[in-house]
C-alpha cells in the first residue's frame, strides 16, 4: 500500500513535484497549495489530483530509457498522511502527465 | 557442485534433475543448471565483443539512415509522421533539418574516426522525434532507435536539436547498448552517462575540427537559458559549469543518492574528467588517441554490465598499452595518471 493510501478521500491541501535526471540530471521542485490558486485553478488541479490518486496502476515503461526525466509527487491532505507517487517518462499516465504539466512552469532547481 | 556446471553436459543434468531420488541431488542439478546457463550467456556476451578497435573499414556503408518524425508537441510516444528521410532536402523546420546534420555529423565522426556502421555497427537506421510535449525541457534515448527531443521552454532550455553534443550524447547511449551495455544505476550508470560525455564531446570537436586545447569540453551549451549558463556540465572542471552544477571532480566528492538512478549524471563528472586529463597530457586531437582508448575500453570483454569506475579505469590502461605501444607508451602513463588524479586508483 503506498503512503497514505487509506485516506483518499481527504481534502487535498497541495499538491508537490520533485523533477530529476534528464539529459542535465538537475533537481528542480515546485509546490502548489490550491488555498493559494484561483478558484478555477484551484478546482482543476484538485481534479487531477483525485484522477492520478484513484486511476488503475498504470502499465510498465515501454522502454528503460536514458536520461528520461524521474518524478516524485506528493499529495498533501488534510489530517492524512502524504501520499507519494513515483513515475517516469515513458510510464506517465495521462493523468499524471496532466497534473505535471500544470507543475512544471513553477519548477524551480534546488 | 559447482564444477559439474562446467563439465556436465545441461541435458544430462536436465536428466538428473527429472530423474534424481533425493531433493538434494535434484536442487544440486538444477542449481548446476542455473550457473551453467550463467556462464554460458557470459560467455556469449564476451564474444560479441572484442578489445581491438577495428582500423580498417568494415562491409558498412558509411551512409546513415534517418529518418525525422514530427510528434507536433504531443506527449504520446507512438512515432509521429516522417517529416525528412535520408537524401531528402531540408525543410521549413529548423528543428527537423537540426537534427538530421547532427544526427549525420554523430555518424560521420563513428563511420570515419572509429569505423562504426551506426549505433549497432549494422547501419542501424536513427529516429530523431522532435517537437516531443510541450515545453520539454530533456531530450532522451529511448534504448529503441529512438532520440526525443523537447523544444524547451525557452527559459531553462531551448530547443534540444541544436546541440551537436547533446545528439552525440544521446547516441552514444545506443553505442554503449550494443557495446559495454552498462547498468544505467550507480557506478556503472555514471559511466554510461560518461562515455555519452566524453563521446558527445568527441563528435563536436571532430566535426569543429578543434584540439584539445580549442575545444571547450562543455556539454549542453547551446541548449542552456540564462539561469543554467553557460553549460550543462564541464569535462574539464565538474561543478563549475553552472549555478546548481553538483558534479565531483573526484571520488572524495562522490555523491550518494537514491535519485536520478543514483545520481548517474552527478557522479560522471569522475570519469569525465578522468578522459579530459588523459586527452589533455596527450595533446592535438583528442579523438585521435584518447577516443579510441575509451572506444577499445567498452569493447573490452572483461567489462561487465555492472562494472564500476575502478573497472573501466583498468580496460582503459589495457586499451592504452595496446594502442598506445605497451605499458611505458604516453598512452598508458597519461590514463593511469588521470584515474590517480581523481582518486579511482
Known amino acids: 500500500m503506498a503512503d497514505g493510501e487509506g485516506a483518499l478521500n481527504a481534502s487535498v491541501v497541495a499538491v508537490g513535484l520533485v523533477q530529476s535526471g534528464g539529459i542535465a540530471g538537475l533537481d528542480m521542485t515546485a509546490t502548489l497549495r490550491l488555498a493559494d490558486l484561483p478558484a478555477a485553478d484551484a478546482d482543476r488541479t484538485r481534479g487531477l489530483v483525485e484522477q ?37 517518462d515513458g510510464a506517465l499516465t495521462p493523468a499524471q502527465r496532466a497534473l505535471i504539466g500544470e507543475l512544471r512552469p513553477h519548477l524551480h532547481p534546488f | 557442485m559447482y564444477g559439474l556446471a562446467c563439465f556436465v553436459p545441461p541435458d544430462l543434468l536436465h536428466e538428473i534433475a527429472r530423474t534424481a531420488r533425493t531433493a538434494a541431488l535434484r536442487r544440486s542439478a538444477l542449481d548446476s543448471l542455473a550457473i551453467d546457463a550463467a556462464i554460458r550467456t557470459q560467455r556469449a556476451e564476451n564474444a560479441a565483443r572484442t578489445l581491438t578497435v577495428p582500423m580498417s573499414a568494415s562491409a558498412g556503408s558509411g551512409v546513415p539512415q534517418r529518418f525525422i518524425h514530427d510528434q507536433r508537441n504531443g506527449a504520446d510516444m507512438t512515432p509521429g509522421p516522417v517529416v525528412r528521410a535520408e537524401g531528402q532536402p531540408p525543410v521549413d523546420d529548423p528543428a527537423v533539418n537540426q537534427a538530421y546534420d547532427n544526427f549525420g555529423d554523430t555518424y560521420k565522426f563513428y563511420w570515419e574516426v572509429l569505423n562504426r556502421d551506426s549505433l549497432d555497427d549494422q547501419g542501424m537506421p536513427i529516429h530523431g522525434m522532435v517537437h516531443f510535449d510541450t515545453d520539454y525541457n530533456n531530450a532522451f534515448w529511448d534504448g529503441e532507435g529512438h532520440m526525443w527531443f523537447g523544444d524547451g521552454d525557452g527559459t531553462m532550455f531551448s530547443d534540444f536539436t541544436n546541440s551537436l553534443d547533446v545528439i552525440g550524447h544521446e547516441l552514444t547511449h545506443g553505442v554503449t547498448q550494443y557495446t559495454a551495455n552498462l547498468a544505467y544505476s550507480g557506478q556503472s550508470g555514471a559511466l554510461n552517462e560518461s562515455v555519452s560525455d566524453v563521446f558527445g564531446s568527441l563528435v563536436e570537436q571532430y566535426a569543429k575540427q578543434q584540439t584539445v586545447d580549442q575545444a571547450d569540453w562543455l556539454i549542453g ?11 550543462l556540465r564541464s569535462m574539464k572542471a565538474p561543478g563549475t559549469a553552472n549555478q546548481y552544477d553538483k558534479q565531483p571532480k573526484d571520488m572524495d566528492g ?39 582508448i575509451w572506444y577499445a575500453a567498452m569493447n573490452d570483454a572483461r567489462l561487465r554490465p555492472n562494472s564500476r569506475f575502478t573497472a573501466f579505469a583498468q580496460a582503459t590502461i589495457r586499451a592504452a598499452t595496446a594502442i598506445g605501444g605497451g605499458a611505458d607508451s604516453d598512452a598508458t602513463k597519461a590514463v593511469t595518471e588521470a584515474w590517480r588524479t581523481v582518486k579511482v586508483l
Open chain 2, 221 to 231: 551549451a547551446e541548449v542552456v537559458g540564462p539561469q543554467l549558463a553557460p553549460a
Open chain 1, 52 to 88: 492520478v490518486l484513484t486511476e488503475p496502476e498504470p502499465p510498465q515503461a515501454r522502454t528503460p530509457g536514458y536520461d528520461g526525466l524521474e518524478y516524485e509527487l506528493t499529495v498533501s491532505r488534510a489530517g492524512a498522511p502524504d501520499h507519494q507517487i513515483h513515475t517516469r
Open chain 2, 254 to 292: 562522490f555523491v550518494v543518492t537514491n535519485r536520478d538512478n543514483g545520481g548517474v549524471h552527478t557522479n560522471s563528472g569522475i570519469p569525465n574528467r578522468a578522459f579530459y586529463l588523459t586527452a589533455s597530457a596527450l595533446g592535438g586531437f583528442a579523438w585521435e588517441v584518447a577516443g579510441r
